[in-house]
Each structure stands twice: as C-alpha cells, then as structure tokens.
C-alpha cells in the first residue's frame, strides 16, 4: 500500500518484491516448522547459513531446498560464521557455484564469538573482493552511518544495520544512528540483528528501513509460526505509518476537540 494506491515494492539488485520481510532458517525444531513459519512470514527472500546448512554440499543428506524451493523464494546465502575476510569470500564462491551461478549474497564478518559484531575493517575488505568478482552483496554492519555509507560505495547492494547483538531481542538500541543511516543511503537499508516481537519491526519500518531480516524473533518464539504472521503484519503496519507520516510530537496535551464554541 502507498500513499498514492499503487502497490509499494521493494527493489533490490534490480527485482522487485512485494514482502519487506526478510527470514532466517536457523534455530527451528525441523524443517517442517521452518518451511511453514516461512510461509506465514509471506517472505520472498530467505537467507541460509551456507556453513551451516546443506544446500546440496553434502549429498544425501536432508536439503533445505526441498522445502524452500528457489522457484519460489530468492535463496539468500550468508557467510554465518565467517570470521575473517578469506573465509566468507570463499563460503560466498561456494554458494555461488552450488546455486548455479546466482550472484545475492548476504556477507557478514564476525569480529569474535560472545558478541557476534561485525568485524568491520574485514567487512570492508570482503565486500570489495566480492563486489570487483561480480556479487550483487548486502551486508551486515553496525549501526555507524560512515561505515554504512562506506559500504554503498564500495559498490554493496544494501546495507544491514543491527538494531543490537544478533540473537538477542533487544529491539533497535540506537533509532537515530538508524535513520542516519536511511537518510544518508541510495540503496536500500534493512535492520538485521537483535529485532525480538513484532513492535520492534514496526520501528524499523517507521524509521524508513526498506525492510528487516530476522531469524530467531520467529524460530525461538513458544510459537514461531503464530509469530512469523505478528512479524509478517508488524512489517506492513510500520510501513504505512511511515508513509502516512506520524503527528509531530509536543511536550503538553492537544485537545481532540478544539474548546473555541463551546455551548456552554
């Protein structure tokens, strides 16, 4: 929905989607409740832990891209566990060769195990490597406007901002480095990271983030595909709030009804 009625899509590297939503496939019980808490998602894109999970490396055993076939999602592979720039270079040209030449890939660096921050000087030099080697790359970061503009202009297709700490449900911590970051970028800016119930993601949304990736605010939820739809409505609410554009905020009370012409 827009302001002006025609369908609000979100581009990235030159196709369209109709979902903001962006879902992780890590953390569920089996691959039954992962594949049905996508579905409720309404996600079109879903990233995947290319060291984590076969998408056809190891033959023989269960294949993730049985329940989440590409003709219907974009895979997104990501470099999940990577901790310096050759290793998530190389899980990237992995990828690429496994899915038959498909270029998006989500690129994060981890900086060390407790707190799983970026590592950003890695990042940087990653991003470059793939970018020169024909990736269409979104990218993982913190929350610094510089290093995000950095990033576009090293040529990445979308930047990724955490809100806080992967995994740990703390909603956006820092709202005004986000919308720095969206005021300042041309391509398009997704929270990932630390996002917990739904009203989190309308924040992201009402900040002007063109979406949010998520994985485990749905899978470690007592019911993840109940969640999955909160997330998949949030997402929609807080794009049309920030499209409609929010009431200024005021320090004191503003009566609802004006008091000039009272009866009595």
């Given at each position: ?83 310096d720039a050759e290793t998530a270079v190389r899980t990237c040209r992995l990828a690429r060769e496994l899915l038959d030449g498909h270029n998006l890939c989500k690129l994060e660096v981890l900086g060390d195990e407790k707190t ?98 998520m994985n485990t605010a749905i899978a470690a939820a007592q019911h993840p595909v109940l969640m999955a739809s909160a997330m998949r409505k949030a997402i929609e609410a807080g794009r049309e709030a920030y499209l409609a554009g ?19």
């Open positions: 929905m827009s302001t002006t009625n025609h369908p609000d899509r979100f581009t990235l590297a030159g196709q369209e989607y109709s979902s903001r939503l962006l879902v992780g496939t890590g953390k569920y019980k089996d691959m039954e409740q992962t594949a049905l808490a996508i579905e409720a998602s309404g996600a079109e894109i879903v990233t995947i832990a290319v060291r984590r999970t076969n998408i056809g490396q190891t033959p023989g055993e269960p294949n993730i891209l049985d329940v989440l076939p590409p003709e219907r999602y974009t895979i997104l592979p990501n470099t999940a566990g990577c901790y799983l921050f970026p590592d950003v000087v890695a990042t940087l030099a990653a991003a470059a490597v793939l970018v020169k080697d024909g990736f269409d790359v979104m990218v993982y970061t913190n929350d610094d406007p510089i290093i995000a503009k950095r990033l576009e202009e090293i040529g990445c297709v979308a930047v990724m901002p955490l809100a806080a700490p992967i995994g740990s449900g703390l909603g956006i911590r820092n709202p005004l480095n986000i919308r720095t970051i969206v005021e300042n970028a041309k391509i398009p800016v997704l929270v990932d990271a630390g996002v917990g119930t739904a009203s989190d993601a309308a924040v992201a949304m009402e900040l002007g983030c063109d979406g949010v990736l929010r009431m200024p905020r005021k320090r004191f009370a503003s009566a609802s009804s004006p008091i000039d012409g009272l009866f009595f």
